[in-house]
């Protein structure tokens, strides 16, 4: 029986720039039930809040890598900047050569360039969820988020 894998991430900042932290929960979900496959955390001293948000994907994404078994996968992310980056976004900034509608660079290029990469191992349904409205994983990534701080 294959197992549904939901993740859930989270990232943040004191200060934007400042010292910011990631999160990331990874569920599994079976008729008999749901169960955390695992969690993580980290952080890094000067870093923005989308950079954390990122950071929290790719950590996940990678955990994911390791750990046995597949099935359908969702990302669920409180960060607009990740969902639309990566579900729309990002085919538009990859053919304009990694420039944005008004020729700028992308920022974060470097961590959009690493999710792609790792994105196209998996069939991935992305979804946006409302930050702090009571959902238990979303509400444990903020908790553990702001510990790495």
């Not at 900042?13 to 990874?26: D, L, Q, T, Y």
């Not at 955990?63 to 976004?89: C, F, H, M, N």
Request: with cysteine; glycine share 12%; aromatic share 8%.
């Amino acid at each position: 029986m294959e197992t549904a894998i939901k993740i859930y991430t989270d990232g943040g900042c004191s200060g934007n720039p400042g010292p910011g932290g990631w999160a990331f929960v990874i569920v599994g979900q079976t008729p008999a039930g749901s169960e955390v496959l695992a969690e993580n955390k980290g952080g890094e001293k000067s870093t923005t809040n989308n950079r954390m948000e990122l950071r929290a994907v790719i950590e996940s994404l990678k955990t994911l890598k390791t750990l046995p078994g597949g099935g359908a996968l969702t990302v669920l992310t409180d960060s607009q900047y990740v969902q639309k980056g990566i579900s729309d976004w990002i085919r538009k900034w990859k053919q304009n050569s990694w420039r944005t509608s008004d020729k700028k660079p992308v920022k974060n290029q470097d961590l959009w360039m690493e999710l792609d990469c790792l994105a196209g191992d998996f069939s991935i349904d992305w979804q946006w969820v409302k930050g702090h409205a009571g959902h238990p994983e979303n509400e444990r990534c903020d908790e553990l988020a702001r510990a790495a701080i």
